[in-house]
């Protein structure tokens, strides 16, 4: 379906189209149509789907058409993280482009000029909010902030919030809107904490289904099986060259890598280790400030940073389409942290490489992810210079990993005549 078949505003339209965006996502062609007609609901729908598109278009339609007050904030749109809540403002500002609507990102780790940049924006009424809970439970407890014309509430990464620890929050946020709103939650996955949820903050919502959290088959899931000291080797093995993994994608060059670990200390220790072994990687964890976090960020998208070392802290809402290649350092414990971790690749329609380095007493974790995706991971060879590496896991498996015996994923718009002329005419 193409976005000019929908009940979008032209400028909203006119947005897409400079932005060279024509053809709906699936979850934007099931979500937009009954969030245009104002029904709550409760979308499930993975990291890289087009999600944020899903309802940030409808939203700017809906507040051109619906009544509303200009003088008051109109919407919220939460997220779990600063880094979501930048990209989601981001993306606000070009789908929004010719409408007269303003947002105000709340986040915190700025600078005393953001603040007062967000508190000016919540008092003086901006129409759209774009905050992490924690911020927003901030400026409400020191702020007589009016929420009494929020017309819109959206809960993106809902699951990751609860998670996060987030619910108490959330419900004092919820207390304070009135109840005459449409309510949106988008989420990974559908526990039973997020149906609580829905069931407790929503009317009747339709529930769309995108698909149960797997990962697209755009990326080539591989693994190997080492020992945990040789995991710091296989990765300067798999960054040393053009590597034959990439055969198929567009990016051959190791460029733009993303290189999970578990813990913030570790990912210190590996930037480190690969900086001093000439290549170019960037730390990226939770005791960077937001300015830190912001440059790093900027110097990877740019190409000056080859392989951002990262914890999960950026598993979730960063938007980089041209990511070749995902290395897992450690296995997560979560297979839905394995599904986000390596969704940073094969976005935007591009093929991509996820290599997770499995050791011998992770082995357990990882079978458990195979079992959730009901497939066997590809194992790739340990390079003869790294010596040998356990046996795979197997059926005979113990629980610390050893064995008993045995073997071991252009064209312009559709039905836009008058601006596709101008187009071609020029």
Sequence with gaps: MYFDELDLSDEVLDALWDMHFDQCTPVQEKTIPVLLEGRDVISCAQTGTGKTAAYILPLLTNLKYD???????????MAPTRELAQQIDQQMEG??????????PIYGGNDGGAWGNQVSGLLKGADIAIATPGR???????????FSGIKYFILDEADRMLDMGFYDDIMTIVKRLPTDRQTIMFSATMPANIRKLAKTIMKTPAEIQIA???PP???RQTAVDLYEGQKTAMVVHLLSSESPLLAG???????KVILFAGRKQRVKELAHSLQTKKISARPMHSDL???????????????KVDVL?????????????????VINYDVPRDAEDYVHRIGRTARAENLGVAVTLVSEEEQRYFHKIEQFLHKKIERLPLPAELGDGPAPYGPDTKSNGRKRGGKSRGRFFHGRGRKKQVKEAT
């Excluded at 927003?136 to 009016?146: A, R, V």
């Excluded at 400030?289 to 190409?303: A, H, I, P, S, Y």
């Excluded at 070392?309 to 290649?325: E, K, N, Q, Y």
Aim: aromatic share 8%.
């Design 212 to 214: 149960v959290s797997r």
């Design 249 to 255: 994608t567009e990016n051959k060059q190791l460029k």
């Design 136 to 146: 927003l439970i901030s400026l409400m407890n020191i702020y007589d902030i009016d």
């Design 217 to 219: 088959e755009t990326i």
């Design 289 to 303: 400030t937001q300015k830190e976090r912001d440059e790093v960020m900027l110097d990877f998208r740019n190409g």
């Design 95 to 104: 789908f929004g482009f010719y409408v007269p609507f303003s947002s105000v």
């Design 67 to 77: 009544g509303h007050d200009p003088d008051k904030l109109n919407a919220i749109i």
């Design 309 to 325: 070392v990262a914890t999960d802290i950026v598993a979730r809402g960063i938007d980089v389409d041209d990511i070749p290649l």
